[in-house]
């Protein structure tokens, strides 16, 4: 491992959260550069939930067997456990937080971990711009021994830069690959890409659910429209100033959108982007994000979420499946895989004690009938 290997991983981070390349190229090459079997990106709200899970190095079913067996549970995983206690930007392995004799009477290593071949990792929880909680993890085979000192240094080096890639990501949310990332859409923050004259280049699923209200933004043959006449002039003469070829505008330009209805006023921040070459977002001029409630759900998802015990993501499949949409349909809506929704189908039965699609329907539609 040497300093052109850290450069050009450190790129290849870079390159994902621009949309250049996927984020699995990315993370591969810090798997493969560290001796690991397993690398895994992934994220918890400030509940303890599990927000996206980007694993490269096993199969689908270990993938499977990983949920399956509590992984993403603090109370079960202990390493899940101390990246949440962790400190930002330190690395870490199992032998800082539990014991050899721990280990054997723990099930998950003594389970998933000995079954999956993983039994030693090195991980550093990552910083993030709220209460979420990042981690970088290389899981290691029994073969490849107890991580090295160099390897160890390296993944600390590395922690900054990487950090530095993914907070911004979560916060561009559009950027991160959907097709890898669990729920990714979590990580999305109201966040509008505008290209040239206002063209809507990429938007977030909570910018998008915000647009289809029409009030006070909203999305008119493919640009960005304010329904304010005042406003629209304020945002265009402000993408305008961010957007000038002369311009040196740094940081955010912030902007409010009165609207007679909404108290207080919707806020947001115009910031402009570094032009790029290439890549699906080389077009994309300025990134506009919304300032909206923590929390903000349909309707809908709310009774759902307060008579069923849903999470947001579970109440948003039910009421899609309430309304005709298929499961492949949801999958394709909410930008996440089709096993990712099976697996949440699966925990609605759960909660619900319902075993077909039929019956959940019939008991939650009383509960959607004006979230359509």
């Not at 560290?34 to 895994?40: D, H, L, S």
């Not at 938007?203 to 493919?222: I, K, N």
């Not at 979420?305 to 949409?325: D, H, I, K, N, Q």
């Amino acid at each position: 491992m040497t300093n052109d290997d850290g450069d050009a991983i450190v790129e290849r981070f870079r390159a994902a959260a621009m949309g250049m390349i996927d984020w699995s190229d990315a993370l591969t090459a810090m798997t493969s550069v560290t001796r690991a079997r397993v690398g895994q990106l992934a994220a918890l709200d400030d509940r303890g939930n599990l927000m996206f899970s980007m694993v490269v190095g096993c199969s689908d079913d270990e993938q499977a067997a990983y949920f399956a067996a509590g992984g993403p549970d603090p109370a079960i995983n202990p390493r899940t456990r101390a990246l949440t206690m962790a400190r930002p930007l330190r690395c870490i392995t199992d032998n800082d937080f539990i014991t050899q004799p721990m280990r054997e009477r723990s099930a998950i290593y003594t389970g998933l971990f000995r079954e999956s071949d993983v039994p030693i990792c090195a991980m550093v929880r990552l910083e993030t711009a709220d209460d979420s909680c990042a981690a970088l993890g290389m899981h290691r085979s029994a073969s490849r021994g107890q991580v090295e000192p160099d390897e160890f240094r390296f993944i600390d080096a590395l922690a900054p830069a990487i950090s530095a890639v993914v907070k911004a990501s979560m916060t561009l949310g559009s950027s991160l690959n959907r097709t890898s990332l669990v729920t990714a859409e979590n990580l999305s923050g109201a966040a509008v890409l505008l290209g040239e004259s206002m063209t809507i280049v990429a938007v977030s699923p909570d910018a998008e659910r915000f647009l289809r209200r029409g009030d006070p933004l909203t999305m008119r043959r493919g640009r960005l429209f304010a329904t304010c006449r005042h406003a629209m002039a304020k945002v265009e003469r402000a993408f305008a100033c961010v957007t000038a070829d002369s311009a040196d505008w740094q940081g955010a330009m912030p902007l409010t959108f009165p609207d007679g209805g909404r108290s207080p006023p919707l806020t947001a921040d115009l910031c402009p982007l570094p032009r790029r070459t290439s890549g699906p977002l080389s077009g994309a001029r300025a990134l506009l994000v919304l300032r909206l409630p923590r929390g903000s759900t349909e309707p809908g998802d709310t009774r759902l979420m307060a008579v069923f015990g849903l999470t947001p993501s579970e109440a948003e499949v039910a009421r899609l499946l309430v309304t005709g949409v298929p499961l492949a349909g949801i999958a394709t809506r909410r930008r996440t895989s089709l096993a990712t929704v099976r697996s949440q189908l699966k925990s609605i039965f759960g909660k619900t004690g319902c075993n077909r699609q039929v019956d959940l329907s019939i008991l939650m539609l009383p509960y959607c009938g004006s979230a359509q």
